[in-house]
């Protein structure tokens, strides 16, 4: 049976990733990403290079956009140039930018007026999840559009979730960066006292991984504070814009969340020192002074 011709838009730090994994079990890939010049080695493995998102539309199956913030989705869907305008009906569109609920709604309804079909399914993993194609995929829509997308997903992810109607995959996705938050407050100041104690980092790292302390970013991004590596797995500046959302949601359902918002608020104060652009396990040089 042939595979569906797949659009993919954005090729961020994550998104070449997967459009890499796609296109190496064999999807024919069809890209756009503001910069062309990101896109060149995939060209080179197969990839072909559309110069808009109009024109990319127009000659694939299922469309799946990994962009940096809302309003960039906003653009890519809505724009006169956009997907809504210009995909076929019968496509498939898979927003998996971690976006707002409310978006994620809109797009699924202007995609059902034009007969086709719309998933949210924002991802968690980070860089290495995404290379190793072992994300975490939260989705959101209609369990039949579900079913056809999910051997796509399978070559993205090995926890594939459908969490509710539109909307539901980036509600999971709040969910998951507020446990983060505060969890990345932890780990640094873990290390932190560990430094400050004169114990062996790695020794230490070594017995409270695998307790109760565990977690993926004790596990992950812990050896890359100790070694210094600061480079973005997932973008400080993201970071901040899921904050942000979630804490927006919260409000709009009538909760506090002081602990995200302590940890926004750390995130911010390294965001105004030039740090917008490190991984986000950096909070950890808040400890270092």
């Avoid at 080179?44 to 799946?64: F, M, P, Q, R, Y």
């Avoid at 559009?145 to 070559?155: D, S, T």
């Avoid at 804490?247 to 909760?255: I, N, P, Q, T």
Wanted: with cysteine.
């Amino acid at each position: 049976m042939n595979k569906k011709t797949i659009g993919f838009i954005g090729l961020g730090v994550m998104g070449k990733s997967m459009a890499r994994n796609l296109l190496k079990a064999g999807y024919p890939i069809i890209v756009y990403t503001r910069t062309k010049e990101k896109a060149g080695d995939l060209l080179n493995e197969g990839a072909v290079w559309k110069e808009t998102v109009a024109a990319l539309a127009k000659e694939v199956d299922v469309i799946i956009t990994m962009v940096g913030y809302p309003r960039d989705v906003e653009e890519v869907y809505f724009g006169d140039n956009g997907i809504i305008e210009h995909a076929r009906e019968g496509t498939y569109l898979i927003d998996m930018t971690t976006s707002t609920p409310s978006l994620a709604e809109r797009i699924y309804e202007a995609a059902k007026a034009k007969k086709m079909y719309a998933l949210d399914a924002p991802v968690s993993g980070g860089d290495i999840g995404a290379r190793e194609a072992r994300l975490a995929i939260m989705v959101g829509g209609d369990e039949a559009a579900f079913h056809e997308c999910k051997p796509i997903f399978e070559v993205l992810g090995k926890n594939i979730v459908l969490q509710g109607k539109a909307g539901a995959g980036q509600h999971t996705k709040m969910c998951n960066q507020i446990a983060i938050a505060t969890n990345m407050i932890g780990v640094c100041e873990a290390l932190a006292y560990a430094k400050r104690a004169g114990l062996d980092l790695v020794k230490v790292l070594e017995s409270i991984s695998t307790g109760a302390a565990g977690s993926w970013s004790l596990s992950n991004l812990a050896p890359r504070m100790m070694a210094g590596d600061f480079e973005p797995g997932f973008y400080i500046k993201h970071f901040i814009k899921d904050m942000k959302i979630a804490l927006e949601e919260a409000e709009r359902l009538g909760l506090q969340l002081p602990g995200l918002e302590l940890a926004k608020s750390m995130y911010e104060e390294l965001a105004a020192k030039g740090e917008e652009n490190s991984g986000t396990q950096a909070l950890y040089k808040k400890y270092l002074d």
